[in-house]
């Protein structure tokens, strides 16, 4: 099951992603966690992805595309994966076509209003990365502290609510040719994402079953939506 994610800030990507990296133990590959890792390292990476990143600017497409096309290469892909975060470009779509054959692209439709709302409760493990909100599902168990590994969970600077206002409008301005790009291929799903993921994740899988795109079972069947 080789899927993309697209949605605006707010949408779920994480939260969807790792709900389906736990039941179907494929990875979870978000450009945007592999570069804040590097930053933190301060690798030569980090440090060139940090100078476009404090501008406000998006990565060059070339840099990005060779981090996707590592990460596509190790084996833990062979049951499939999730990408979230990329592609962010025509160009990056059109080299990711490629690379790999994508089965489906899910984008996650949410409104404004939520999108604001979430980012404002969401909370994320500086450890193993997992995704929390304290409004929503999934809610840790312990007031902002990581269930698996007891980490105080931190709120992201862009989370605030004008930023995240702006994120989501910037999202659509430049998304539209990507999403109109699998439209025109015919893998592009389109999911109200303004509801809970209880209500949405059987109903997604549903649909990737009932397109043959999910064939894999459950390496963990017990694993339940938030």
């Known amino acids: 099951m080789r899927i993309v994610l697209i ?10 992603a790792q709900y389906f990296r736990e039941k179907y133990c ?13 930053i ?11 100078t476009y990143i404090d501008r406000g600017e998006l990565v060059p497409d ?19 994966f999730i990408l979230d975060g990329y592609p962010r470009t025509i160009v990056q779509a059109v080299y990711l076509d490629t690379l790999v054959n994508i089965d489906a692209v899910i984008h996650l439709i949410v409104s404004e209003e939520v999108a604001v709302k979430r980012l404002s409760g ?5 450890i193993c990365n997992r ?8 809610k840790p168990i312990n007031d902002e502290i990581c269930d698996y590994d007891g980490a105080k969970l931190v709120k992201r600077k862009d989370d605030e609510p004008d930023i995240v206002r702006n994120r989501y409008r910037v999202f659509y301005e430049t998304f ?21 993921i209880r209500e949405v994740a059987p109903e997604l ?4 079953i009932t397109r043959n795109i999910l064939k894999i079972k459950p390496c963990k069947p017990d694993v339940k939506p938030g």
């Open 7 to 16: 949605g605006a800030p707010g949408a779920g990507k994480g939260t969807y």
């Open 26 to 38: 494929i990875p979870h590959i978000s450009t945007g966690d592999i570069f804040r890792e590097e």
């Open 40 to 50: 933190s390292k301060n690798t030569d990476l980090g440090r060139l992805a940090k």
């Open 62 to 80: 070339d840099i990005v595309n060779n981090i996707v096309k590592t990460r596509l290469s190790q084996p833990d892909v062979e049951r499939g």
């Open 122 to 126: 969401r909370r994320t493990c500086p």
């Open 131 to 138: 995704v929390y909100n304290i409004y929503f599902e999934p």
């Open 176 to 196: 539209k040719p990507i999403l109109d790009y699998y439209r025109s291929k015919n893998i592009l799903i389109e999911i109200d994402a303004n509801r809970s």
């Open 205 to 208: 899988e549903n649909i990737l």
